[in-house]
């Protein structure tokens, strides 16, 4: 029989602090809803995202849910797609927040 996976409360706590930091960042970004536009595959995140927040917040949710009682293929599935989620907003944080090129037509604050 397989035990099911918990996820230690201390690095869910680092996770939950992850998620805040790049909160912050993406409220710093300040990103305008003209500017914000599908950032990834509905395979990856709910296509129903309106801004970027919304991301954040699917993360959040699938860890409460990994929290909850369930199979461990279930625990197994969550943790993978959390940790895909948290690297593609990580990576979508990093590029947003990366200086403008010089002459390109978008501008960015």
């Known amino acids: 029989m397989d035990l099911p996976l918990m996820l230690d409360d201390q690095l869910r706590q ?3 602090a992850q998620l805040q930091q790049m909160q912050q960042q993406i409220e710093q970004l300040n990103i305008q809803e003209d500017e914000f536009s599908d ?3 509905s395979k990856l995140f ?4 309106v801004t970027p927040l919304c991301y954040v917040r699917e993360i959040r ?6 929290q909850q009682p ?6 197994q599935w969550l943790a993978q ?14 590029w947003f927040s990366r ?11």
């Open 14 to 16: 680092r996770l939950l």
């Open 81 to 94: 797609r959390i940790g895909d989620q948290m690297n593609a907003l990580y990576q979508g944080i990093r």
């Open 70 to 75: 369930c199979s461990v293929s279930r625990q």
């Open 61 to 66: 949710s699938n860890l409460m849910a990994l």
């Open 99 to 109: 200086p403008p090129v010089k002459g390109a037509a978008q501008s960015r604050k």
């Open 39 to 41: 950032w990834f595959d």
């Open 46 to 49: 709910r296509a129903d995202a």
